[in-house]
């Protein structure tokens, strides 16, 4: 049935789906589409995180590659100078440098009394600011003592009743306050 057929351009013919059918049908079609998009956006972003993983490591590799060749050339440099008597001064031949010797960065094994082991204070920790803290924990501790229990220290005794030392007559007037 191929026969050709022209159509009117003010011809309206009646649509076969409502326009309410349609507007779901589009809505549908604009949510598959932004999900779509969603998912890209996800896999560029993957692929741009492990492209930065790739990148990291290859600085962190020149990184390294930099400072073992700068370790070399001070040390070619060194042998250069020593072999030219400029390493007079230095005993033995060695600068002193750790890395030198081989031994990087070794935690120092040496002991020190009285102090603890991460105190990075240079064991001055334990003294804090020597005159007046001292002075104000001295008091502190001949007032309340050292911990512990204090229920029993702070009773009333017989010596203690009868100790009138820390009172005066002119002290017993009465509340000066209700005098007023």
Do not use: C
């Not at 001070?74 to 250069?80: A, I």
């Not at 009773?155 to 007023?180: I, V, Y």
């Amino acid at each position: 049935m191929k026969l050709p057929f022209l159509r009117p351009s003010d011809f309206y013919a009646e649509m076969v789906k409502t326009d309410t059918h349609m507007e779901k049908i589009k809505s549908r079609l604009l949510v598959e589409k932004k999900k779509i998009e969603e998912a890209e956006e996800r896999k560029k972003a993957r692929e741009s995180k492990k492209i930065a993983k790739e990148v990291q490591a290859q600085k962190m590799k020149e990184r390294a590659k930099q400072k073992k060749e700068d370790i070399e050339s001070v040390k070619k440099w060194r042998k250069q100078r020593q072999q030219s008597g400029y390493d007079k001064n230095e005993k033995n031949g060695a600068s002193g440098f750790p890395f030198e010797e081989g031994n990087e960065f070794e935690k120092s094994s040496k002991r020190r009394p009285g102090v603890a082991p991460g105190d990075r204070s240079g064991g001055r920790g334990k003294l804090g600011g020597m005159g007046k803290k001292m002075k104000k924990r001295e008091s502190r501790d001949s007032k309340f003592g050292f911990g512990g229990r204090k229920g029993l220290k702070k009773q009333n005794t017989a010596e203690t009743t009868n100790d009138l030392r820390g009172f005066s007559k002119n002290n017993f007037s009465g509340n000066k306050k209700r005098k007023r």
